[in-house]
């Protein structure tokens, strides 16, 4: 009598993992779709971290060089109507002041809507990275 039992209950362990092996197939071919290709000119380039979504859908991320002076950006992709993303660029940054350069974090965001990351270079008389801030044109941050 037990071993009957432990057999029905191999049975509906088998014909789970079956189940759950159906269901992963079709995660095995997901949807690859290009949002936006940085070609290391002003919109930056090298990307660094991962992204920030804001409660419009809209991506936040840094880029280690490109930009207007080549340490890179700071930028937001912004979906379309259309389906296709619009890319905004957000900062420069330089390598002679105490900017910072090359960005190298991910972007975290307060209430205010403030955004805050790492560099990981330039900065002051020691060249090592900051840590900053940006805070958005008329203090309209990333939207919940």
Not at 21 to 46: C, D, S
Not at 132 to 142: I, Q, R, S, T
Request: no cysteine; charged share 15%; proline share 4%.
């Amino acid at each position: 009598m037990a071993w009957h039992r432990f057999a029905r209950g191999a049975t509906t362990i088998a014909v789970l993992a079956a189940i759950s092996m159906l269901n992963a197939g079709a995660w095995a071919a997901p949807h690859y779709k290009v949002l936006h290709i940085f070609g290391f000119g002003t919109g930056g380039g090298g990307l660094w971290g991962s992204l920030v979504l804001d409660g419009q859908g809209s991506l936040y991320g840094t880029t280690s060089g490109g930009g207007d002076f080549g340490y890179g950006t700071v930028f937001e992709l912004t979906p379309g109507a259309n389906g296709k993303w619009t890319h905004r660029l957000l900062h420069s940054f330089k390598n002679d002041d105490s900017d910072g350069a090359a960005p190298n974090s991910a972007l975290i965001f307060d209430a205010a809507g403030d955004v805050f990351g790492t560099t990981s270079g330039g900065g002051g008389p020691y060249k090592h990275g900051t840590v900053f801030e940006l805070e958005p044109e008329g203090g309209a941050g990333p939207r919940e």
